[in-house]
């Protein structure tokens, strides 16, 4: 069966601190992986990975992944408190349009 | 503005009532998903839909029941059959053409039990 693992389940940093969050997959036939983040209601979009080792970014968020390793990192650097929220990960199986996501990862961003 | 729009945002069930949670897209996607999201759980598939008139049962369908009449709507009904019906709902969408598309996600129902 699939399964999406993701690490740690919670954090707690200060403003300006860099996270790494993980997400790591064990699938048979890989699609993409997404991350996705969730303040109070509807998760948003963040990035959608389906090669390795390229890099995808948008402002402060980066992530990353490893097909080979088989897991991805979310990175957030100089962080704020409206970075604090549940970020999750869902992967996608080839054939497939169906997530598997993984639990979540709460970060809390305090001043 | 386009968008999936849930109803209603909170939701009372009372002992042996079945209720219905609406998920209305203007998006044109042609597929619809609903989730359910407990504490520490992420999110757990119950049903989708890739087509109108066509769905298929998710990982945790027991309890559970949907219809798929219309592109746009794709309602959950919550049976008495489900003995632990408090969570969050989520419904997502996502269009089938151009291949790889992300999901986008409605603001969710909470249903609690009186």
């Known amino acids: 069966e699939d399964k999406v693992v993701q690490s740690p389940l919670s954090l707690v940093v200060h403003e300006g601190d860099t996270v790494t969050l993980n997400c790591s997959y064990e699938v048979t036939n890989f699609r993409s992986l997404l991350w996705y983040k969730q303040e109070k209601k509807a998760p948003t979009f963040l990035f959608m990975l389906t090669s390795s080792g390229i890099e995808k970014k948008s402002g402060r968020l980066s992530s990353i992944l490893d097909k080979k390793e088989l897991f991805s990192i979310l990175n957030i650097t100089a962080t704020q408190t409206g970075d604090s929220a549940v970020y999750l990960c869902?992967?996608?199986?080839?054939?497939?349009?169906?997530?598997?996501f993984g639990k979540g990862t709460k970060l809390s961003v305090i001043p | 503005d386009g968008g999936i729009t849930q109803s209603p945002k909170y939701l009372f069930r009372k002992e042996g009532q079945n209720v219905t949670l609406s998920c209305e897209q203007n998006?044109?996607?042609?597929?619809m998903y609903w989730y359910r999201q407990d504490p520490g759980q992420g999110l757990r598939l119950i049903y989708y839909s890739q087509i109108v008139n066509d769905f298929q049962k998710g990982d945790i369908a027991e309890g559970y029941s949907v219809s798929r009449e219309k592109k746009e709507s794709f309602p959950l009904t919550v049976t008495s059959a489900q003995k632990n019906p408090t969570a969050f709902y989520l419904c997502?969408?996502?269009?089938?053409?151009?291949?790889?598309?992300?999901?986008?996600f409605g603001d969710g129902t909470r249903l609690s039990i009186l």
């Open positions: 998006l044109n996607h042609d597929a």
């Open positions: 869902g992967q996608r199986g080839a054939g497939s349009y169906q997530l598997t």
């Open positions: 997502a969408s996502h269009a089938k053409s151009g291949g790889n598309q992300p999901q986008h």
